[in-house]
């Protein structure tokens, strides 16, 4: 009789465990970058209930995870939230404190010319910085909002959200945590809240014909190696029947301007120092595939003169370290998005032990040319970054993933340099270049190897519209999406930003509010209303010229 009463408790625990209360807000974002962080600080200082659920155990997103050289080409059309963010950040560094091992003044000659001068003393915005840093500073900002932060906590992968007509009344987590709030905000990278919400959303490239574009679709670019001569495809050179090399693709899948279901390459973007106090040494992957890197040893093989930073960009940070860019793992992200959080963190590992054991490479390889290997082994990750992972960043760099499909889609025509189309009622501003990394490798019909997938081309700043960030009427009336929002492949490859995505979820967190507080679906939310309260947030929203 005993054992069985202990049973019953036992059960009951048991039950009570797996049916928590559900925690009830004004405003749920899900998502840790600094949209979210824009979003919740926003609508916490216009007196709303707000939690930011953050899918691992940081906050920030690649901003406070690497990518520390901001892709802030026009600091002036960053306003309100983002700019108190960079703000802060320039104030840290004011300190001598923070300095450790090298002088201030001599940091900022030797970044300007890779970060578009790294900071603007009259309104004392700084936008290069430590990881560690940036999230000291934005988990601060949230705090003093009064936001309540919730950390590794993801989606029910195996739930659609609940819903009442096109109204989300709660979202259920992994470990049985649900949220119910009047506005929901998907600041995710993935998309995942949208996703589940049931509402339209795009993968891949869009064919040119979609939207009468000239970007978009299936890219061929140039030939990988010297002066149109190309680097062998298969494994064994010159033998075709040992396969090609990974990732290269036998032949084009479609023809030029077509859609497909393909990214831009993923990547880490990893903090490295040449400080050896600090340093800790690139070690060989458990998981190395010297494959993976053969497409770079050939190349280097035919241009033995390239430079270390022609291969990898080095970007100056505070306290001699770097942002390190371009260690793109192409044609390995294509299965990502739609994945499962198990497959996604295998892709993540993935991308991870590329990304070392191209490091390993470049320090080690005999076959690497002797400038590029002693230049190399001066470089190792911080000691004092990523302490709680190995000194490695912990978030991936999705570069695109899930675009929403709204009523009202940002294509090629809103954002290039001329012939411009006008957007309506603009939430902020995106100036950087519309920049898409390479997506694939590809042997042409030449029978050279081409890279494929990459746009770069210059704009001017341009407005992103509000009807951008919303789903359609008929699908969901209180949801906002700042990151994963309607545009074109295009568009994305310049809206992605991170400075971007913090405006726009300040946006969106004051379209959350005042959603709240006049009662309408965020689509019935009058501009003017919202354009009022973005200028007295401090929104940039136009530029004269």
């Known amino acids: 009789m005993k054992y069985k009463f202990i049973a019953i408790l036992f059960l009951a625990a048991l039950c009570t465990a797996f049916t928590i209360a559900p925690k009830k807000y004004d ?56 700019r108190e963010f960079y703000q802060n950040i320039y104030s840290y560094y004011q300190k001598p404190q923070s300095w450790k091992n090298q002088n201030r003044d001599s940091f900022f000659v030797a970044s300007k010319k890779r970060t578009y001068t790294g900071k603007n003393d009259s309104l004392k915005m700084q936008w290069v910085y430590e990881s560690k840093v940036a999230e000291k500073v ?81 890219r061929l670019n140039g030939v990988i190696g010297k002066d149109g001569v190309s680097i062998d495809p298969y494994i064994t050179p010159g033998v075709p029947s040992s396969g090609l090399l990974p990732f290269v693709d036998a032949k084009l899948w479609g023809k030029e301007g077509e859609a497909d279901q393909r990214f831009q390459a993923f990547t880490y973007r990893v903090t490295l120092t040449n400080d050896p106090k600090n340093r800790v040494e690139i070690k060989k992957p458990a998981n190395y595939n010297p494959l993976w890197h053969e497409v770079l040893v050939r190349r280097l093989m035919l241009s033995p003169d390239t430079k270390l930073q022609n291969i990898i960009t080095l ?47 470049l320090g080690n390889d005999e076959r690497i040319p002797l400038h590029i290997r002693t230049e190399m082994k001066e470089w190792g990750f911080p000691k004092d970054e990523f302490k709680d992972n190995n000194n490695f960043p912990f978030q991936l760099y999705v570069r695109e993933a899930r675009r929403l499909v709204g009523d009202y889609v940002m294509t090629e025509k809103n954002v290039v340099k001329t012939n411009r189309e006008e957007t309506p009622n603009p939430i902020g501003m995106g100036s950087y270049a519309l920049d898409c990394h390479m997506v694939s490798r590809v042997v042409g019909t030449d029978g050279k190897v081409h890279d494929e997938g990459s746009v770069f081309a210059a704009t001017t700043p341009y407005p992103i519209g509000y009807q951008a960030i919303l789903p359609k009427k008929a699908e969901c009336t209180n949801l906002l999406v700042p990151v994963c929002l309607s545009a074109s492949h295009v568009a994305f490859t310049t809206i992605r930003m991170e400075p971007v995505y913090f405006v726009l979820g300040q946006s969106a967190g004051t379209a959350a509010a005042l959603a709240i507080d006049q009662n309408t679906p965020i689509q019935d939310l009058p501009y003017s209303i919202l354009q009022k309260q973005l200028l007295e947030g401090k929104q940039i929203l136009t530029l004269s010229k």
């Not at 793992?329 to 497959?343: H, P």
């Open 315 to 361: 970007t100056p940070m505070p306290n001699r370290k770097t942002d390190t860019n371009h260690l793109d793992f192409f044609g390995a992200s294509f299965d990502y998005t739609n994945a499962d959080y198990k497959t996604r963190e295998e892709i993540a590992k993935q991308h991870e032990d590329y990304a070392i054991g191209m490091l390993w490479l």
């Open 27 to 82: 405003v749920c974002v899900y998502g840790e970058t600094v949209a979210g962080a824009g979003a919740a600080i926003q609508a916490a200082r216009m007196g709303k209930k707000v939690v930011l659920i953050s899918q691992t155990k940081h906050i920030g997103g690649v901003t406070a995870s690497g990518l520390t050289a901001t892709d802030l080409n026009r600091f002036a059309v960053v306003g309100g939230v983002a």
């Open 138 to 218: 934005l988990t601060e900002m949230l705090k003093t909002a009064g936001v309540t932060l919730v950390y590794n906590q993801k989606i029910d992968e195996k739930l659609q959200v609940t819903k009442i007509g096109t109204t989300i009344t709660s979202i259920q987590m992994q470990n049985g945590g649900k949220y119910e709030a009047k506005i929901f905000i998907d600041a995710s990278y993935e998309g995942d809240l949208l996703a589940k919400a049931g509402v339209s959303f795009a993968t891949g490239r869009e064919a040119n014909s979609q939207y009468n574009e000239t970007l978009n679709g299936i």
